[in-house]
């Protein structure tokens, strides 16, 4: 399974992004999928995740209502759209899956994930 990250850049205080992770090797109704970020001398930490089925989406407190996380099952592909962007959201956001039995579980945990993209440098300005 191979998992890659696109679409970090540089954006403005209050702009947007929107980040792509491209998985191939386990398809998007076997797997559920997580964003993660690491922020400058910290731990890589939960931002967002759907569950294998899509019905089942879950969000870390200090992104809802600013990040929307959805999938593209044709092209194998999980997006996270990111809107009003703040510079403490600068960080390299990595994607993961996990294959499942679960059709509706998404976990935050990041030790569950077996497979990691690598990561996406998004860097917001003031």
């Known amino acids: 399974v191979q998992l890659q990250a696109s679409g970090g850049g540089l954006a403005q205080a209050g702009g947007s992004l929107r980040l792509s992770c491209a998985i191939s090797g386990c398809s998007l109704s076997s797997c559920a999928v997580g964003w993660f970020r690491q922020l400058p001398g910290k731990e890589r930490e939960f931002v967002a995740g759907i569950s294998r089925s899509g019905s089942s989406i879950r969000y870390v407190e200090f992104v809802k209502g600013r990040f929307t996380i959805s999938r593209d099952n044709a092209k194998n592909l999980v997006l996270l759209q990111m809107n009003s962007l703040t510079p403490e959201d600068t960080a390299v956001y990595s994607c993961?899956?996990?294959?499942?039995?679960?059709?509706?579980?998404?976990?935050?945990?990041?030790?569950?994930?077996?497979?990691w993209g690598q990561g996406t440098l998004v860097t917001v300005s003031s």
């Open positions: 993961a899956a996990r294959r499942t039995f679960s059709s509706l579980e998404v976990t935050p945990s990041r030790e569950r994930y077996s497979y």
